[in-house]
C-alpha cells in the first residue's frame, strides 16, 4: 500500500532546524506511538490514559489521541461504514507521525478493525517508531464489561456496522506487543507497556 500524493501541485516539505536527535537529548525519549487496537471494551483508552498518566508523572512527555474525541473534532463528518473506518485512521496516522515528530510518545486508542488500515498507519509512521499493542481481550469478555451500553445496542439492531457484532475485526498477525486486560490488572499492562518503551530505548532518562 502507498502513501497518497497530494492534490496539489505546488507545496514542499520544509525541514526543521531541530534534529530528531537534539529532541531526543532534550527530553530524554524518543517520539514514537503506540497504536492500541482491540475490540471496543477491550482496554484501549482505559490503558491509553493509564499509561499516560504514569508516563507524565516519571516526567516524560506522552499524550493520548482516543477515538471518541478525536471523532467529536478532526473526525467528526465521519460514520462507521468501511470507508470511513479507513479515512478516520488515516487522519488520525497522520496526525500522530507528527506527534512523534515533535517527539511526543503517542498513545492511539482506537478499534481500528482493519490490517490494512493499520498498515498503512505504520508505514505513514515508520516501522521504527509504529508499536502495534493488540489486546487481546475475549470479546464475552467486552460484551460483558459493555462500558458505553454498545453492545446492548448493537444486539438489539441499534446501531450498525459495530465491531465484533455486525462488522467485522481483522487481529493483527503480527503484533509488537499483546496484551489481555482480562488476565492482567491496569498496574500490570502499564508497567508491561513502560517496561517495553524502556527495552526499546524510546525512554532514555
Given at each position: 500500500?502507498?502513501?497518497?500524493?497530494?492534490?496539489?501541485s505546488n507545496i514542499v516539505n520544509h525541514a526543521s532546524l531541530v534534529s530528531a536527535e537534539l529532541r531526543q537529548r532534550k527530553l530524554g525519549?524518543?517520539?514514537c506511538v503506540l497504536w492500541f487496537t482491540g475490540y471496543s471494551g477491550s482496554g484501549k483508552s482505559t490503558l491509553a490514559t493509564?499509561?499516560?498518566?504514569?508516563?507524565?508523572d516519571d516526567h516524560h512527555f506522552a499524550y493520548v489521541l482516543d477515538g471518541d474525541n478525536v471523532r467529536h473534532g478532526l473526525n467528526r463528518d465521519l460514520g462507521f461504514a468501511a470507508e470511513d473506518r479507513t479515512e478516520n485512521i488515516r487522519r488520525i496516522g497522520e496526525v500522530a507521525n507528527l506527534f512523534a515528530d515533535a517527539g511526543v510518545i503517542t498513545l492511539t486508542a482506537f478499534i481500528s478493525p482493519y490490517r490494512a488500515d493499520r498498515q498503512l498507519a505504520r508505514e505513514v509512521i515508520g516501522s521504527d517508531?509504529?508499536?502495534?499493542?493488540?489486546?487481546t481481550t475475549p470479546l464475552e469478555v467486552?460484551?460483558?464489561?459493555?462500558?458505553?451500553?454498545?453492545?446492548?445496542?448493537?444486539?438489539?439492531?441499534?446501531?450498525?456496522?459495530?465491531?465484533?457484532?455486525?462488522?467485522?475485526?481483522?487481529?493483527?498477525?503480527?503484533?509488537?506487543?499483546?496484551?489481555?486486560?482480562?488476565?492482567?490488572?491496569l498496574?500490570?499492562?502499564?508497567?508491561?507497556?513502560?517496561?517495553?518503551?524502556?527495552?526499546?530505548?524510546?525512554?532514555?532518562?
Open positions: 500500500m502507498t502513501k497518497q500524493i497530494p492534490k496539489a525519549q524518543s517520539g493509564a499509561l499516560e498518566k504514569a508516563l507524565i517508531r509504529f508499536r502495534e499493542v493488540y489486546l467486552c460484551e460483558e464489561r459493555d462500558p458505553k451500553g454498545l453492545y446492548k445496542k448493537a444486539r438489539a439492531g441499534e446501531i450498525g456496522e459495530f465491531t465484533g457484532i455486525s462488522a467485522p475485526y481483522e487481529p493483527p498477525l503480527d503484533p509488537d506487543v499483546i496484551i489481555d486486560t482480562s488476565a492482567n490488572d498496574t500490570t499492562c502499564v508497567a508491561q507497556l513502560i517496561a517495553q518503551l524502556r527495552q526499546d530505548q524510546v525512554i532514555t532518562a
